[in-house]
């Protein structure tokens, strides 16, 4: 859906100030490989310039996106409706983009005003649109569009002009090189660079991470369906094993009943299969909700019924396959075993077990739940692998969603983690912004301390040994708290820190030697580690070298304030006295507006994995239990005889059920702490979002205490309220039986 709306767009270069579109129109028509270009010209205005009047009345100047007003493109780069069809607005009618309706409760009809200075503007809410390049808060922009008519009306008497040169190819791969060209013919670039990878990465990690939490959950669902499956099949058999004796006596084969048996699995399969194909589209609305809010409605097209229905008949053939292995114990079992002995499909001799019975120390409830428990744990193996699985299920996620919360998850986004965040942006008053933070900075005795860095582009050979350009941010602490895959931060000024995509573009690792080339020169520098980066598209490096009389692009500054009670107050306050073109925002709201909407999507995808993997170890219990107590029927019949009393028995198998969960919970925990990590790090790594290695940050009190107490109390309910089927026994009926 990405290509499709973005229509193979490739290189996005946000501009402020005048352009010289004579010569950007000369770079594009000599190149082969761009297939169409286009100027959008952007009002930027400030959200307290714009009020909503609807239920209730507001503005939106806590708003941290940048607002541009925009009239609608010719081809290319289109701002659409929910039905992907562009968007026409007629005179004073207003298109909002569906991440302000996400976060305002803004409404079809509601009143818009745009007022600036002495101009002021009433439109009226007709569309809520899409945007394929600003669809996320992570693009720290956004476009609201209005009709030609009232576009020209507000140009040149409200905001201020940016820019966007938009190039597009047939092959995204092209955007690198085409960027180092572009940035080489100094033409306008008093802004960010946005390539494709960046698009891709700002639009799709929300829906990356979803992706993967329900993968994950349907791999492990998967494993329960076939252990689920096989034990179904072997209790049916079980309670089955004179039946199957009396075929095995009067000339039936083992092809004959197997064949019986599994052409009602085979129904049953079907049946089941079809069910769950037309539940899985009528919920998938639930977890695509993020798409079709952020994309539009997404019509089934005939390839999407077709994969489907070829992913269902794998899963039914599986579903065969599984069934026909486990149906070849009946080969196994002899007339005699089934008929005469009663061992049916369990051949192994009955021993006495010499140890726990002769304990005096527990309880003889106890003892004999915690006897049978460990000699004849393979009977409960089911209820230990579920549990366990269920555990996984509700831990990986969960962690996952604690560490996108944390603030420390900054570091692996290539950026410290400090109380507030100016950025200077590019522009023609750059320097002139940056002396003007650092005077707000020095005179300010309520900062603690702060790191500075510039951004600068120079150039290095990638891995066939082309020229491209390299973006570096140069400063003293340039690199020092960031997550590295191998290495550390650049100490000396020969040394450089790059990204995990730049490593893998120029084909370079820690270590290595890496030529650098800038004013006229080569000059050679080496690599003391690579770490991850997700901004920029992930193609950035560090370094505490100055690199003098390189132009800079971007400065940055870091601070930690003496008391970090005010710093939304401090932000705000700074903000207002520097003036346009700086960017101060509260690590918080940075956090929040970088990874806000992914945590948001995440809450609603982890509880549903919560649920469902609380309901999956319920509900397998319960079935263990009904299977379980019709078997040993006769047993309980014999405990009863002896004078075990009802309570006795259900005190009994509250012990094996609570016994068994608590080692799954255990192995659980084990097993998610040893695997979550790795199965996090192979999605993102294959996902190329420029993090490959990632530290899951765990919430002990949720992690060891709520979570696994909450499921071993579910599972003690639902045993209990099973368990109670006990009383209605009649010992003379089942001996008798």
């Known amino acids: 859906l990405i290509y499709i709306i973005l229509s193979y767009f490739s290189l996005m270069q946000m501009h402020k100030g005048e352009i010289a579109q004579n010569d950007i129109d000369e770079l594009m028509n000599s190149r082969e490989e761009v297939t169409y270009w286009q100027t959008v010209k952007m009002i930027d205005v400030y959200g307290d310039s714009i009020t909503v009047v609807g239920k209730d009345t507001y503005d939106l100047s806590d708003c941290r996106l940048d607002i541009g007003l925009v009239k609608q493109t010719e081809e290319k780069d289109l701002l659409l409706n929910s039905e992907h069809e562009r968007v026409v607005l007629g005179k004073g009618e207003i298109g909002i983009p569906v991440i302000l309706k996400g976060m305002y409760p803004m409404e079809i009809g509601d009143k818009i005003i745009v007022k600036d200075d002495d101009v002021q503007a009433e439109f009226v809410i007709k569309e809520f649109i899409l945007d394929s390049q600003m669809n996320s808060t992570m693009a720290s922009s956004t ?153 539009g409605s997404i019509k089934m097209s005939l390839l999407t019924i077709v994969l489907s229905l070829i992913v269902a008949a794998l899963v039914y053939l599986l579903i065969i396959v599984y069934c026909k292995r486990t149906l070849n114990k009946i080969k196994n079992v002899t007339v005699v075993d089934a008929l005469v002995s009663g061992n049916g499909f369990e051949n192994e001799k009955a021993k006495i077990k010499d140890g726990l019975y002769k304990s005096k120390k527990l309880a003889v409830n106890r003892l004999m739940a915690s006897r049978e428990v460990f000699y004849k744990f393979k009977n409960f193996a089911i209820v230990f692998l579920v549990v366990l699985i269920a555990e996984m299920l509700i831990l990986i996620p969960i962690n996952i969603l604690d560490t996108f919360e944390a603030p420390e998850f900054i570091t692996y986004m290539g950026s410290s983690l400090k109380d507030i965040l100016i950025e200077v942006e590019n522009g023609e008053y750059l320097e002139k912004n940056y002396e003007k933070v650092k005077q707000v900075l020095k005179s300010d005795d309520e900062i603690k301390g702060y790191y500075e860095s510039r951004r600068v582009i120079v150039k290095t050979f990638n891995a066939d040994n082309e020229i491209v350009n390299i973006h570096i941010d140069s400063g003293v602490n340039s690199g020092s708290e960031l997550q590295y895959l191998s290495g550390a931060a650049p100490n000396t000024e020969n040394e450089i820190a790059i990204s995990y995509l730049n490593a893998d573009k120029i084909g370079k690792n820690t270590g290595d030697k890496i030529i650098l080339v800038f004013n006229n020169k080569e000059q050679e520098f080496i690599i003391s580690g690579i770490y991850q980066d997700v901004t920029s598209g992930g193609f950035t490096a560090k370094s505490i070298y100055d690199f003098p009389e390189v132009e800079s692009i971007k400065h940055l500054f870091s601070i930690n304030l003496l008391d970090n009670s005010n710093v939304e107050e401090m932000a705000d306050e700074w903000s207002n006295v520097i003036g346009t073109g700086v960017t101060v925002d509260p690590m918080d709201e940075f956090i929040n507006q970088t990874l806000g909407g992914v945590a948001t999507q995440l809450k609603t995808i982890v509880l549903a994995t919560v649920i469902v993997g609380a309901f999956i170890a319920m509900l397998i219990t319960v079935l263990f239990l009904k299977l379980r107590l019709a078997k040993d029927s006769s047993d309980i019949a014999i405990l009863k005889a002896i004078g075990f009393s009802k309570k006795d028995i259900k005190q009994q198998y509250m012990i094996k059920i609570g016994a068994v969960s608590l080692a799954g919970i255990l192995v659980g925990l084990i097993f998610t702490n040893l695997l979550g990590e790795k199965f996090v790090e192979a999605a993102l790594s294959i996902s190329g979002l420029g993090i490959k290695k990632v530290k899951l940050i765990i919430n002990p009190l949720t992690q060891y205490i709520i979570y696994p107490l909450l499921l071993m109390v579910l599972i003690l309910a639902v045993t209990r309220i099973v368990v109670k089927s006990i009383d209605k026994y009649n010992i003379i009926s089942i001996i008798n039986e």
Do not use: W
Request: charged share 20%.
């Open 143 to 295: 476009r609201i569009l209005l009709s030609d008519v009232d576009y020209e009306k507000l140009s040149d008497n409200v905001g201020e002009y940016e820019y966007l040169i938009e190039a597009y190819f047939t092959d995204t791969n092209m955007a690198s090189d085409f960027q180092s060209l572009y940035e080489d013919a100094n033409l306008p670039k008093n802004g960010q660079a946005v390539t494709y990878s960046i698009i891709f990465l700002l639009s799709a990690l929300t829906d990356i991470t979803t992706v993967f939490i329900l993968l994950l959950v349907s791999i492990l669902l998967i494993v329960v369906s076939f252990i689920c499956v096989r034990f179904t099949i072997m209790a049916a058999l079980e309670e089955e094993i004179f039946e199957i004796g009396t075929m095995k006596a009067i000339g039936l084969n083992f092809k004959n009943i197997k064949e019986l048996y599994l052409n009602k699995y085979r129904i049953l399969a079907l049946t089941g299969v079809i069910i769950g194909y037309f539940i899985a589209i009528m919920i998938s609305g639930i977890f695509t909700k993020h798409i079709s809010t952020t994309f």
